[in-house]
């Protein structure tokens, strides 16, 4: 089986899915799209208008959390048991919607509309901490995400916390669970490779003024 | 087993929830929550701070996407087949990515902010008939998504067409083998009941003025 991921000049939604592939042990190839330069002449090559997609086989599939979730159960990294699984995609989704709410705020500051970036940005801002207390009480004594072992649900989690915790420094610390749960992720030697090899945050990304976009002194 | 929905006095991401539990054929009461009234002030009650909330057997469980899964899953409407539940998943995320882009857009009216909503909308308006090619090209000779039998992908499908169809009229027809969808989910008994019996549309809801909120004559 072959895995290409398409996805554009950022960590985002598509460091999910490289984790994923990563700690799923599968090669892959990367085509990265430059946000500014190259995506919106060729966000029509792709079936939905939308990246990441993962290439399977030939076949494109599309939606972070389904090709997460596909890897998972394809490679033994998944639940079997319906109400674990079930309960295990509620914090995926939740904290997956505030992609939308940052995605949102990194593209009006691009625009200059420092009135939405603030609106987005206070979405996110309020979710967190909610969907980190849901985390937080779904951790077993092993550590994992409502197992006893690791899931796929542990590595997505893990490289969200890794993405929001440069837009919200210091609020993973606050769930010690979640805390500990992102850094036994990262110190996975596939992933500590990867985040000392990875290209550094692109501009676009720059957490610096998106949260207090007008408030105050820097 | 026991199922209660608690969700706001709203079609929206609830009738996708309600369609399911209909189709497969359990009962359930429901708790409505008037989305002006009392929404603001019941919200802290819920542990995502969000509805649907779908209480089974005494536990609450979140996310509309998850929710209508579980059910399928638990009640036989579901495919048994990895890749086929995947890129059924595919265009539920898809469809339902919608739903954050029309939430947004009938806040920022109710907020009275212009600007906002015309962009929200404009996001939904754009992807909608993408995300309608990408369904009817799954469509099969049977006319079900990627399956020879009825699955909860195709209620949940069919729900969310008939709410979209609100805003964007005459839409869903354009793709012949959706629109069949939709009606063949709408024709089942219990369905045609409830669309028969539901409340009306919330004013929140209202479609009038929101797609083209500030442009020429009515």
């Given at each position: ?7 554009l ?10 984790w994923?592939l990563k700690?799923a ?5 990367e ?7 190259e ?14 997609e ?10 972070t ?13 998944a639940s ?14 939740a904290?997956?919607d505030l992609?939308n ?5 990194l593209?009006?500051r691009?625009?200059g509309d420092e ?7 206070g ?8 969907v ?12 994992w ?14 490289a ?8 919200f420094?210091g ?15 990262q110190?996975?030697p596939?992933?500590?490779a ?9 501009p ?10 007008s408030?105050?002194?820097?």
């Amino acid at each position: 089986m072959t895995y290409q991921l398409k996805y554009l000049s950022l960590r985002a939604r598509g460091e999910a899915v490289r984790w994923v592939l990563k700690v799923a042990g599968v090669t892959y190839t990367e085509e990265t799209i430059d946000i500014f330069r190259e995506w919106p002449g060729r966000k029509h090559e792709f079936k939905f208008r939308k990246v990441p997609e993962l290439v399977v086989d030939g076949k494109p599939l599309h939606q972070t959390t389904v090709i997460c979730r596909f890897l998972g159960e394809r490679h033994d990294l998944a639940s079997g048991d319906l109400w674990t699984t079930t309960r295990q995609m509620e914090v995926v989704e939740a904290l997956h919607d505030l992609a939308n709410s940052m995605a949102s705020a990194l593209m009006a500051r691009v625009q200059g509309d420092e009135e939405r970036q603030k609106v987005m940005v206070g979405l996110a801002e309020a979710q967190f901490p909610v969907v980190l207390s849901n985390i937080e009480e779904r951790i077993t004594n092993k550590g994992w995400i409502l197992s006893q072992q690791m899931t796929w649900v542990d590595v997505f989690i893990a490289a969200y916390l890794d993405v929001y915790e440069n837009y919200f420094p210091g609020e993973v610390a606050k769930f010690p669970l979640c805390e500990a749960l992102r850094r036994r992720v990262q110190d996975m030697p596939v992933i500590k490779a990867w985040r000392e090899e990875r290209p550094p945050w692109h501009p676009f990304e720059d957490p610096q003024g998106l949260v207090a976009p007008s408030g105050g002194p820097p």
